[in-house]
């Protein structure tokens, strides 16, 4: 019998009278043969919270626990040594977190990429740079699959074979958002999909903010990469805080709204991303890097589609520093750049402004 499974699945027992619960109990299979009588003397239950904790000792739980087996989905509570550390040790951490596919290592780097959905090219293009950088470092990135940067920050890891996890705010066997079906497979192949709320459990609202600590707590750093003035990754942020986890943003134009949260963060002591290498230099994660050749794109690339690739970065570059910098003509360049558009290598950010995508 997995008592801690029991306990997590009681309706109308929430996560802090787990705890409580716990507390006095010693254990989840301690709690499981109280009498009646014996949780009336906690004075921590009410009486419909008592009659929910009797009935479910009527169910069979064991059956229900070998269905979530077999579909290969994990349950890991606080009683398990499995459970991550990093989050284990926060605030109002999870009693139960379900799991498909794996965890990070024990000793595992972790750092979430998250902001906005609807972000701009430029934060498309830094999240999954940051992505491949940090995965191809052996970092394992953690985000929430949401659209925008938390999926950028996830493909990123995916394409330099690295590791990544997306914490749900619905059910692990739950796709959400559903356009994302094919992230959510990748994902599956070397990392992990989780999350505190059962299978089946479609995504609620409120179930976000909630999930936002999950991210956090896995991580021991926490980028921004675009955020508006009230954002959800702000939401992270402010767990990060109080977990005590660092806290990075990328500065964006002032007379952006996409990037108002990530400067606010900055102004309030968040370390700042201006470049991606002396980034991980203070992440120290310039020593051995991964099996992943960085110069993988390059190999793709015939000599003077490499030309102006190299000339380009995340930083929109105009044709007429490209033909500068290329000694193309105008004709010779302008047919470069649509054919590296097409292969999806480079973005036109804005008329005749151009950044790398890869």
């Known amino acids: 019998m997995n008592y801690a499974y029991w306990l997590a ?5 929430g996560n802090r009278t787990i705890q409580q619960l716990l507390a006095r109990a010693g254990s989840a299979g301690e709690l499981y043969f109280f009498s009646e009588k014996q949780l009336r003397g906690l004075a921590l239950l009410g009486d419909a919270e008592i009659a929910a904790i009797l009935e479910s000792k009527r169910k069979n739980t064991e059956q229900e626990y070998m269905k979530l087996c077999e579909q290969g989905i994990s349950f890991l509570s606080l009683e398990d040594e499995a459970y991550p550390d ?61 659209r925008g940067i938390d999926s950028e920050g996830h493909w ?35 990392g992990g999909i989780l999350s505190e709320y059962p299978p089946g459990i479609q995504p609620h609202p409120g179930f976000f903010p909630a999930r936002n600590r999950i991210i956090s707590g896995l991580s021991d750093v926490v980028v921004v990469v675009e955020a508006k003035a009230k954002s959800g990754s702000l939401i992270t942020a402010d767990f990060a805080l109080e977990q005590g986890k660092e806290i990075y943003a990328v500065p964006g134009r002032i007379y952006d709204a996409l990037s108002a949260g990530c400067n606010t963060l900055i102004r309030q002591g968040a370390g700042i991303i201006s470049d991606v290498d002396d980034f991980l230099k203070e992440l120290d994660l310039c020593g051995e890097r991964e099996p992943y050749q960085e110069n993988f794109t390059k190999l793709l690339l015939e000599k003077e589609e490499s030309l102006v690739y190299s000339g380009l970065s995340l930083r929109p ?29 480079i973005t036109e950010t804005f008329k005749n402004y151009y950044i790398r995508r890869i």
Not at 9 to 13: A, L
Not at 105 to 120: E, F, P, Y
Not at 334 to 343: D, K, M, V, Y
Request: aromatic share 4%.
């Open 317 to 345: 570059t105009s044709m007429e520093e490209l033909l500068q910098s290329t000694g193309l003509s105008m004709p010779e360049l302008t047919e470069l750049l649509a054919r590296l558009q097409q292969r999806g290598f």
């Open 9 to 13: 699945n009681i309706p109308g027992i």
């Open 86 to 146: 990093k989050l284990r040790n926060i605030p109002d951490a999870p009693y139960g977190i379900y799991v498909k596919g794996k965890m990070p290592r024990k000793n595992q780097k972790t750092v979430a990429i998250v902001g906005a959905r609807m972000c701009s090219e430029y934060g498309h293009a830094v999240a999954k740079k940051l992505g491949q950088q940090l995965a191809a470092h052996g970092v394992c990135v953690i985000s929430g699959m949401a």
């Open 156 to 190: 990123g890891a995916i394409e330099v074979g690295g590791m990544t996890c997306a914490v749900l705010g619905c059910g692990v066997d739950v796709c959400y958002p559903a356009s994302g079906r094919k992230l959510y497979d990748k994902i599956l192949e070397k």
